[in-house]
């Protein structure tokens, strides 16, 4: 049988992406903001409900100068959580930030904002939740927080695009969201990422950052990076943008059949659908707790089988070799984030993955 890959790249039709691409070859206008990055960032903002959108060649460099642009104080705290791929915690961390990590909720594995408000010290500077799987974090609550004690919050919202609550767009909380457009999310660019904002003036200073910090044909106020998403990214963006709601209804019916036949089952562990969520199915986590097979167990079993499922997120961004020594660590401090990380298996999910394919990995399982 065919190998089963945990996930697979949406793409348009080649012809499709060439048509989109032609002009290219006539303008040789290649990177650099061009015609398709002002389209595509157009095209978001309006897809997304956001007053502006910055474009990125990737989500780490969007989330790094999110955070620059802020203009943290070193050595500042940020309330996190350990509970994400390593990607937020090190953009913290390169902004000479010092991460606070905040435990998860047990129901939808997102920063339980009921355990943020204890965290917070005279050096907080900021709160960075990340939306998980397409769960949402309690907006409403991190939101209150943050008014109350004057705190930024910046939602790390790369499981989450196309997202929305009670008909808001997730780019409309906090203030401001990163997003990734990585080949294996749920709408790519290829590689590349955006942040999304409310605050005009944060979104110009982005727009400098991104290009050197050049503010002028002879004058560069800031010091910033090379992070421009290119003509071909952009590209390939606008394609992708038009098929999405197609490509989010298919991923739809392959986690319902998921969840009919693991659903109900001793041992598994689904996440529930959250209330006026609507999801983009981004991600299927399955948590294994008291089943008869361990994770560990069934992770080999699948593999063997030529089916790649991942323990995502394991291990802790806090267990990682090179945060050792960061005296806020300590895996032990977020137990129920090790609880869920130990048991967690995020199964095949992408907007072609066959009904024939689902069986086979629940049949696995179940077996």
Known sequence: MSKINVTRSSMPDFEEYCNEIRELWDSRWLTNMGVKHKQLQADLEQYLGVDKTVLYTNGHLALEHLLAALQLPV??????????????????????????????????????ASKIEALITDKTCAIVPVHVYGNLCDVEAIDRIAKKHGLPVVYDAAHAFGVKKNGAGVATFGTASMFSFHATKVYNTIEGGAVCTADAALADKLEKFKNFGITGQETCEYIGGNAKMSEFQAAMGLCNLRHLDGEIAKRRHAVELYRQRLGGVDGIRLCAEQDGVAHNYAYFPVVFDGFKRTRDEIFAKLGENGIVARKYFYPLTSSFECY????????????????????????????DLSDEDVNRICDIILE
């Open 75 to 112: 050595g500042g705290e940020v309330i996190t959580t350990p509970f994400t791929f390593v990607s937020t915690t090190h953009a913290i961390v390169r902004n000479g930030l010092t991460p606070v990590f905040c435990d998860v909720n047990e129901v939808d594995y997102t920063i339980d």
């Open 324 to 351: 050792q020594n960061l005296p806020t660590a300590a895996p032990d401090k977020t137990p129920v984030a090790k609880y869920i990380a130990d048991r967690v298996l995020t199964l095949p999910l992408y907007a």
